[in-house]
């Protein structure tokens, strides 16, 4: 099947800085990425859905400021987490797929530990 | 919110027992998946089921839909330690792909 990596898998960062979390297809060319945030514990909430090319879409109550997304290639999207805080401590999961529409199954990353202290 | 329920929240089984879990929507949709996730762990695709399928198995899985109902059920039969994970519902409409909030499913060797 398609594999989508994630780097770094786990980051420890201070309060006030900035961390870049990339995530790759592989093998195939993806479209469409999604970012996912996980807490302890609790499902994965949608972030944003990402296209090649084009701005990312923000789902509600997610500051597009704080978390900003650049997919410039189709193989490669990035998170940055700006300023990061405490509250920003989470397991941020992307996951990507090929094509127009939403397919039968999109490909997830293995997830990347983000700790801000 | 979309994100509709799961139950039960955690469950804790003997190694052997067959583990049940229920997935519940709140729209229409066009397929529907479960997910495993091992504790701070990636996603682990395990079954998809159509919206016009009733019933799927893979291996020791068994998935049924009732898109009536709005509701799908797990099973995993002859469980195993190595089945303990948090499980996750999600469901396709549209542009749009919504997680449950999971089930964590513990075996006890």
């Known amino acids: 099947g398609a594999v989508v990596s994630q780097h770094p898998s786990r980051v420890i960062c201070k309060s006030g800085t900035s961390v870049k979390i990339e995530c790759r297809s592989l093998?195939?060319?993806?479209?469409?990425m999604f970012w996912y945030r996980q807490f302890p514990k609790k499902s994965l909430m949608l972030m944003a859905t990402?296209?090649?090319?084009?701005?990312?879409?923000?789902e509600q109550g997610v500051e597009k400021d704080k978390f900003l997304i650049n997919h410039a290639s189709l193989t490669l999207s990035t998170l940055t987490v700006t300023s990061a805080h405490p509250e920003d401590s989470s397991f941020y999961i992307c996951?990507?797929?090929?094509?127009?529409?939403?397919?039968?199954?999109?490909?997830f990353g293995p997830g990347t530990r983000l700790t801000v202290l | 919110s979309q994100q509709g329920e799961e139950d039960p929240q955690a469950l804790s089984i003997q190694e052997g027992e067959n583990a049940t879990m229920n997935c519940s929507y709140k729209?229409?949709?066009?397929?529907l998946q479960w997910y495993r996730q091992n504790s701070g762990r990636g996603l682990v695709h395990l079954i998809l089921?159509?919206?016009?399928?009733r019933e799927k198995h893979s291996g020791r899985l068994r998935v049924t839909l009732d898109t009536s109902k709005k509701s799908s059920s797990l099973l995993i039969t002859a469980s195993r330690a190595a089945d303990t994970a948090s499980y996750f519902c999600?469901?396709?409409?549209?542009?749009?792909?919504?997680f449950g909030p999971g089930t964590r499913l513990s075996v006890l060797p």
């Open positions: 996951s990507a797929f090929w094509g127009d529409s939403m397919p039968d199954t999109q490909y």
């Open positions: 093998d195939f060319q993806a479209t469409t």
């Open positions: 990402s296209n090649e090319g084009s701005k990312a879409t923000y």
């Open positions: 729209t229409s949709i066009n397929n």
């Open positions: 089921i159509r919206s016009n399928e």
């Open positions: 999600a469901w396709g409409y549209g542009q749009n792909f919504v």
